[in-house]
């Protein structure tokens, strides 16, 4: 089965402008991604997520899917794994410009997104591979991505709270 969407004819200016948006005006930009979202079926959107986000292929991103079954015809599926990897390339202002707006519009889940974001975190901290500074700095911009989602989520936000305590920041003991 041949899944390589049909270029649209305006998939260019489209990309041009939510690159433009993305770089001056990320305000604007949410507000854009989910008119274009709304907009596409679900082909021309994998295609828009590839090229705005400088993303392999939609086969490439389905051959990584680590044990997932991914329907590609599934617009939120599609959107969660492009969301993966931006976050795991550490596009982490990238990933967040994309789901914040479509979550807040009611198109893409929060639990998805917030489950994302936590199983990255236990995958990273338990990764022996990274250096432990760096590692320690992403899991907590992931953290605190989760936070936002939902800052009732208890593991999280003990994870976030001994963090605070053993780095002795005050202000983020005090907004835990």
Known sequence: MNTTPVPIPHLASLVSEGKTLLSQDPDQFGAWIVAVYQ?????????????????????????????????????IAVTVLALQKLLVSNQLRLAYLLYTPLIQAG?????????????????LENSPTRN?????????????????LDPSQRDNLQALMFRA???NDELAVVLY
Do not use: G
């Open 39 to 75: 907009e596409q079926e679900t082909a021309d959107w994998v295609e828009l997520l590839h090229r705005l986000y400088d993303l392999p292929s939609i086969e490439q991103l389905l051959s990584t899917a680590s044990s997932q079954t991914i329907d590609y015809a599934d617009q």
């Open 165 to 167: 305590l053993q780095t």
């Open 107 to 123: 198109i893409l889940p929060c639990e998805k997104v917030l489950d994302l974001l936590l199983s990255l975190v236990n995958r």
């Open 132 to 148: 432990p500074e760096q590692r320690f700095q992403v899991c907590l911009q992931l953290r605190e991505m989760a936070f936002e």
